[in-house]
């Protein structure tokens, strides 16, 4: 039997960042989040890609880097929230799908958006103005392209064989009329971990985006919506604080010079604008039973970014999420690998 509410999943994300100059130790301590993610029963592990460094690093190339973690795993979903579709050729980023789809057993989620940074679109010979239309006109080609469609010429069509993306493509977006867009195409929605550019609450601003999605699909399938929240338990909120305030603080910062946030934030009004959860896994569970979005959401999905917590420290985070707050909001491990995208 169905049930009424169904079950839904729990997921992390990593941006790839660490302390120092060590990048490789920075992957590697990456791809061991992915194996522990595994083995504590998380649904979906994530990306982010960034051309571009951002404070401890970055990853610009999200596909290497997920077939590596195929290879480590054994049941997890592997998807980027998200690739910056317009500096991609969507033929060759299909292709990249479609090998990493097939070495691990079809647990691909591809999650794509626009970007924003100038100089990632000046490296690669794109105009940042033309940023949405690009979106649309590559994910239409990357759609055909993962549905096993001839693109660009009479008798090509990508290989390996794609498997069936129709529950698998979401977009990330920041407005109304980009969620109703997304419905439009059939995309599931990826929702940031903060909304930039408003004063109010990321999650009041974030909710009306949710129902005009629901409100514009019109797919047989169920809707899909994914919330990526900033979550960070410890101990108590005082280890918390040690671990994640000043990284938080330094990137609203960084944020306000940007325009995105109000210059000179405060440490708690940082947080508050990063709409973090953060402290004893009891808070994290009472702050998140009051999030707006999520009673819509079908995919929580947990990160420490804008943060870069020591590495034992994110292993111990994901170890409550999973042990303790997850399950506090109806979460269960699957018991067997969900390979359909359901």
């Given at each position: ?48 890609q960034h051309h571009v460094p951002a404070g401890g690093g970055g990853l610009s190339s999200p596909w290497t880097f997920l077939a590596h973690a ?273």
């Open positions: 039997m169905t049930p009424l509410t169904p079950r839904f999943r729990l997921g992390f994300l990593t941006h790839v960042q660490g302390r120092g100059d060590d990048q490789a130790r920075t992957y590697r301590n990456a791809q061991e989040l992915f194996v522990v993610a595994d083995e504590l029963g998380f649904d979906t592990g994530w990306v982010a195929a290879a480590r795993t054994k049941r997890i979903r592997l998807g980027t929230a998200i690739t910056v579709l317009p500096l991609e050729d969507p033929v060759r980023l299909a292709e990249d799908i479609a090998v990493v789809d097939t070495l691990s057993g079809g647990r691909v989620e591809i999650g794509v958006g626009s970007g924003y940074n100038d100089t990632e679109y000046a490296a690669f010979g794109q105009d940042v103005a033309r940023k949405r239309e690009l979106t649309s006109e590559k994910l239409s080609v990357l759609r055909r392209a993962l549905a096993d469609e001839e693109v660009r010429t009479p008798g090509f069509r990508i290989q390996p064989t794609p498997g069936d993306f129709t529950d698998r493509i979401w977009q990330g977006v920041f407005s109304d009329p980009g969620a109703r867009h997304a419905a439009g195409g059939g995309s599931n929605l990826l929702l940031n971990r903060a909304a930039y550019g408003f004063d109010a609450p990321t999650d009041e601003v974030q909710r009306p985006w949710a129902d005009a999605f629901l409100d514009a699909w019109e797919r047989p399938r169920r809707p899909r919506i994914g919330l990526s929240r900033f979550v960070f338990p410890a101990k108590d909120r005082r280890t918390a604080l040690q671990q994640i305030g000043d990284d938080v603080h330094r990137a609203a910062l960084r944020h306000g010079e940007s325009g995105a946030f109000p210059k000179d934030l405060s440490v708690d009004e940082a947080l508050r604008r990063f709409h973090s959860f953060y402290g004893h896994p009891d808070e994290i569970t009472a702050a998140l039973r009051e999030e707006r979005v999520l009673p819509v959401a079908t995919d929580l999905i947990t990160q420490f970014n804008p943060a870069v917590p020591d590495h034992d420290a994110a292993i111990r985070a994901l170890e409550l999420i999973a042990t303790e707050v997850a399950p506090a909001l109806g979460w269960k491990p699957a018991t067997v690998p969900d390979l359909a995208g359901a």
